[in-house]
């Protein structure tokens, strides 16, 4: 069964910084692309980053361009979303999910407020 688990996240000031991290079994994790979702209040889950199988490529969306950087270590199987010069709008709780998706973590809470 696929798990993931979404951790690091809390309360930090405009301007600082966090990392994500996302741990995950049930499957052959070095063999799926992985993605980090966001959602905010009142709003729908969105896409923030992606990266590749083996880490080489990465994309992400133009609200988090240049901020965010998304790094995966294959044999931790784990993913991480390193977020700087954060913006009250990053407010969310953050997921991780494999392409193609699967069951949803419980996700992990960012707040940005001064």
């Known amino acids: 069964q696929v798990q993931l688990v979404e951790s690091g996240g809390g309360l930090v000031q405009p301007g600082g910084s966090l990392r994500l991290s996302c741990a995950a079994s049930?499957?052959?994790?070095?063999?799926?692309?992985m993605n980090w979702y966001r959602q905010a209040p009142g709003k729908e889950r969105e896409v923030v980053a992606g990266?590749?199988?083996?880490?080489?490529?990465?994309q992400y969306a133009d609200s988090v361009k240049g901020r965010f950087t998304i790094s995966r270590d294959n044999a931790k199987n784990t993913v991480y979303l390193q977020m700087n010069s954060l913006k009250p709008d990053d407010t969310g709780v953050y997921y991780c999910?494999?392409?193609?998706?699967?069951?949803w973590g419980q996700g992990t809470q960012v707040t940005v407020s001064s």
């Open positions: 999910n494999k392409w193609p998706r699967s069951n």
């Open positions: 990266i590749d199988r083996a880490g080489g490529s990465t």
């Open positions: 049930g499957f052959t994790f070095s063999t799926y692309s």
